[in-house]
């Protein structure tokens, strides 16, 4: 049986687990929901930058992401600016984007990655 190791966790949730060679992220939403789409993903984008290398990975290594926004009309094309300068040439992960309703109506955006664990 192989080791799963549980990072940063509580009574409901880790905020990364890693098995098999693969890290999962648990959804990753704003600390400072005053911001709009951009300063949002950016603080969104650094947060799962910070969780995938503590667990031994980078946004290079990312397998699969959903993308969740409030408005994804209004919202898209600046989120896409916004995580095409963050991924710059490191990779191409797959990617789904779609529309939520968050319960607090000041969040934009969450974000969840799958992805390989660096060699």
């Known amino acids: 049986m192989t080791t799963i190791e549980r990072i940063d966790s509580n009574a409901r949730l880790s905020r990364a687990v890693v098995h098999n060679g693969t890290v999962y992220l648990a959804g990753v939403t704003a600390s400072d929901c005053t911001q709009d789409i951009e300063g949002q993903t950016r603080q969104v984008l650094a947060t799962i930058q ?3 290398v503590r667990a031994g990975s980078d946004k290079g290594n990312a397998l699969s992401v959903q993308i969740w ?3 994804i009309v209004r919202d898209f094309d600046a989120m896409n600016a916004v995580w095409a300068e963050w991924l710059g040439a490191d990779g191409r992960p797959a990617r789904a984007t779609c529309q939520v309703a968050f319960d607090d ?3 934009l955006i969450e974000v969840i990655v799958t992805a390989a664990v660096s060699n």
């Open 50 to 52: 910070e969780r995938l």
């Open 69 to 71: 926004l409030a408005d």
């Open 105 to 107: 109506p000041d969040l």
